[in-house]
């Protein structure tokens, strides 16, 4: 047995011993994004796009990562309306038979749109909701999802913003899954105050926060400040590197940048998540002619597991 099979048989064999920070319950049912009680470590497959799902899963579990977030936009693999019941079912199977989890699925849905187009988010919403509880119906996975936009936009935006949001969170009450919407430095959404009003607009438990440190180190802020400021409403993590070059942001894989993520991981534990955190490789990288997935998850669970052992959780390194 290898070490991610054993890591994972470990978290299931000892879930009934721990605390259930990690549940959230929304309207009589209990979401749980992976097992409650200590953070687990995920990989988006919005950077594993030129592989089918199948090896994209397979991969993940080989190299030891805990969850999986596959990405639906159209033109990926996991696209809900290239995937049939029978399909569904198979991938359901192979991931459950790896021992992984679905924490999250990712979508890119702008939110002001005309009135044509915000009903196909709503569809978009509901199908998603869907597809996730055919991969995983115990704790069906939560919607990522970025919101566009410029930042100079947010003051005009903002009320509209919060307006279509009630009805994405009408739909997600509806359908029984919770939606984490990410700040992006480069959208309407971008700072860590805009986000918590944002929530508190909406005033639905089934909308909540995704926290991707990125979007606010390019901004100059501090990854302690903000996480301490969002994690209440934070649901979901994203991780990757960010640098600045020629004035311009550049994504980089975690652990290629300047965080301590021994320290971030530390201070997650602190604070309580219990949740995923998974690796997000920009498509800055992800697009490139010589970009390999299979080498990237390799790296990204190198880096941030030796960071994971040295901030003192269970051991992840193969």
């Not at 679905?102 to 009135?115: G, W």
């Not at 003051?155 to 307006?163: F, I, Q, W, Y």
Request: aromatic residues 6%; charged residues 25%; proline residues 6%.
């Amino acid at each position: 047995m290898t070490d991610g099979m054993s890591r994972r048989l470990f978290l299931k064999t000892t879930t009934a011993a721990l605390p259930a920070g990690g549940l959230i319950s929304v309207g009589g049912n209990v979401f749980a994004a992976t097992q409650p009680g200590r953070p687990t470590l995920g990989f988006s497959l919005y950077g594993m796009k030129s592989l089918s799902l199948d090896e994209a899963i397979r991969t993940c579990a080989d190299v030891g990562y805990d969850d999986v977030e596959p990405a639906l936009m159209p033109g990926f693999p996991a696209d809900p309306a290239t995937l049939d019941k029978a399909r569904r079912a198979d991938l359901r199977k192979q991931i459950e038979s790896l021992g992984l989890h679905v924490p999250a699925l990712m979508e890119n849905l702008p939110v002001i749109r005309s009135a044509e187009q915000h009903q196909a988010n709503l569809d978009r919403l509901a199908r998603a909701a869907e597809l996730g509880r055919d991969l995983s119906p115990q704790k069906p996975p939560l919607i990522e999802t970025e919101l566009g936009g410029s930042p100079a936009e947010w003051d005009k935006l903002r009320e509209r913003m919060a307006e279509s949001l009630r009805d994405w969170a009408a739909t997600a009450k509806k359908h029984d899954f919770l939606i984490a919407v990410k700040p992006h430095m480069n959208n309407a959404l971008h700072r860590p105050e805009d986000a918590l009003w944002l929530v508190e607009a909406v005033g639905s438990p089934n909308l909540r926060l995704a926290y991707d440190y990125s979007h606010y180190e390019a901004q100059g802020l501090s990854l302690d400040a903000t996480l301490t400021q969002l994690i209440d409403k934070t649901i979901f993590i994203h991780v990757k590197d960010g640098e600045r070059r020629d004035g311009k942001a550049v994504f980089l894989l975690p652990g290629r940048g300047n965080v301590d993520y021994a320290a971030y991981f530390r201070r997650l534990a602190e604070l309580g998540y219990s949740g995923s955190v998974t690796v997000e490789v920009s498509g800055m990288i992800h697009q490139k002619a010589d970009y390999d997935p299979v080498a990237a998850a390799k790296q990204c669970y190198r880096d941030l597991a030796s960071a994971w052992d040295k901030a003192g959780l269970p051991k992840r390194l193969k």
